[in-house]
């Protein structure tokens, strides 16, 4: 019974975090976990000095948020990796961030993934992971 229920808790937390990719196809396109770690480091430190909305991250500890986006990413993008974070909008719910604070994030991640030499059909399809969590994010 105990172990149906872990089952069954564990399936519940891998479901909200759906739509997670159906194979592990960008994943690899992504460079697996050393390309996805690389990209997700630089992320950061771009946001961290973001002009528009590097003020979010004052009190946030780089190394800590760059472990949490590599882990979600990986496994979003159907890697061998399981994110332990808080749920997107449990961690931004006090931030009250806008639509156009939501939008740098992504150019922020569009550049990060230029500077990689990421074709655009692979940084669609992460971008395309990500944009439904808009509604979790954005509370303003
Ligand atoms: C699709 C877009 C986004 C994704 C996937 C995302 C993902 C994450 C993740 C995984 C964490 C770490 C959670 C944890 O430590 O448990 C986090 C934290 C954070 N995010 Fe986002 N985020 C997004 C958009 C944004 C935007 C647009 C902003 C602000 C402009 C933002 C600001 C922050 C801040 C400040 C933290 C750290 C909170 C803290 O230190 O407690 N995020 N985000």
């Given at each position: 019974?105990?172990?149906?229920?872990?089952?069954?808790?564990?399936w519940?937390?891998?479901?909200?975090?759906?739509?997670?990719?159906?194979?592990?196809?960008?994943?690899?396109?992504?460079?697996?976990?050393?390309?996805?770690?690389?990209?997700?480091?630089?992320?950061?430190e771009?946001?961290?000095?973001d002009?528009?909305?590097?003020?979010?991250?004052?009190?946030?500890?780089?190394?800590?948020?760059?472990?949490?986006?590599?882990?979600?990413?990986?496994?979003?993008?159907?890697?061998?990796?399981?994110?332990?974070?808080?749920?997107?909008?449990?961690?931004?719910?006090?931030?009250?961030?806008?639509?156009?604070?939501?939008?740098?994030m992504?150019?922020?991640?569009?550049?990060?993934?230029?500077?990689?030499?990421?074709?655009?059909?692979?940084?669609?399809r992460?971008?395309?992971?990500?944009?439904?969590?808009?509604?979790?994010?954005?509370?303003?």
């Amino acid at each position: 019974m105990l172990a149906l229920l872990g089952g069954a808790v564990a399936w519940h937390t891998a479901a909200a975090q759906t739509p997670a990719a159906p194979d592990d196809a960008l994943y690899r396109a992504l460079g697996e976990k050393p390309g996805i770690t690389a990209l997700m480091n630089d992320t950061v430190e771009r946001l961290f000095t973001d002009p528009q909305i590097g003020r979010f991250f004052k009190d946030t500890k780089p190394a800590n948020l760059k472990e949490q986006l590599r882990d979600q990413v990986c496994f979003l993008s159907g890697g061998p990796c399981k994110y332990e974070g808080d749920t997107m909008k449990a961690v931004h719910a006090e931030l009250g961030i806008r639509k156009a604070d939501f939008n740098r994030m992504v150019e922020v991640l569009q550049a990060a993934m230029d500077a990689r030499s990421i074709p655009f059909a692979t940084q669609n399809r992460l971008l395309a992971l990500l944009a439904p969590m808009h509604r979790d994010i954005i509370t303003r």
